[in-house]
């Protein structure tokens, strides 16, 4: 870690958190990641060697807990030192919303994109039964191109091969533009007006599908003018 040499609380706290990547894993474990491979989807830039040493550093300073099961099997778990994060990583995520709006090419990412979506799709709106969502960003190369978010009863799955299910709705558009619906940039009219966004399905389904996806959490953050 990076010693400030100041008794000043902000360059003490900030001595654990201003790492590369520290504040991040943080946030996933705030969004209920637990697992290693969890965190890496909700970072998916960052390499598997950095993750471990940033959780081990949260872990000796008392703000992540690492459990065992009886398999072996470890997660992660914030304790209540690092709960009371929680209003500084929130406040972080209004104010980047409300103030750095401008995304460049590297910050559109698809893995993050559809692992954001499958945390947070609202599942008591969808039906009970199994519905398949196929996502194609257009401009992104044939191996990112196409992913899969299947939805039956509470539980949601992303898949970037074909899962070999019936798709009940196909959503072709760029990646920018699907990010900036998600992130409450754009609304969902003004893209299939501009023809930047075609939803492919039953009539019932498309006009059911942005409430049914919902927004990213800090899509709710007011912007100035």
Known sequence: M???GQFCPVAKAME??????????????????????????GNPK??????????????????????????????????????????????????GMRWIGELGVEDLDPHLLIWDIRRTVPLEL????????????????????????CVQGDEADVCD?????AVDAGVETTLRTMVELWRGDRRWSDALRAEE????????VARELPRWLG???????PRPA
């Open 197 to 204: 966004l075609r939803v492919d399905g039953p009539s019932s």
């Open 161 to 165: 091969v074909d899962p070999g299910f």
């Open 2 to 4: 990076t010693a400030y």
């Open 46 to 95: 960052m390499s598997p060697a950095l993750l471990t040493k940033r959780l081990r550093t949260l872990e000796r300073v008392g703000v992540v807990q690492r459990v065992e099961d009886a398999a072996g099997r470890a997660s992660y778990r914030l304790t209540p030192c690092g709960e009371e994060l929680r209003p500084v990583v929130e406040q972080l995520g209004a104010w």
């Open 215 to 221: 927004q990213m959490t800090f899509a709710a953050v």
């Open 126 to 149: 969808w039906p009970r039964g199994r519905t398949v969502v196929c996502f194609r960003f257009g401009d992104q190369p044939p191996r990112t191109q196409q992913w899969w978010l």
């Open 16 to 41: 654990v958190l201003d790492e590369r990547w520290t504040i991040l894993v943080v946030r996933e474990l705030m969004a209920g990641s637990t697992r290693f491979n969890e965190l890496r989807r």
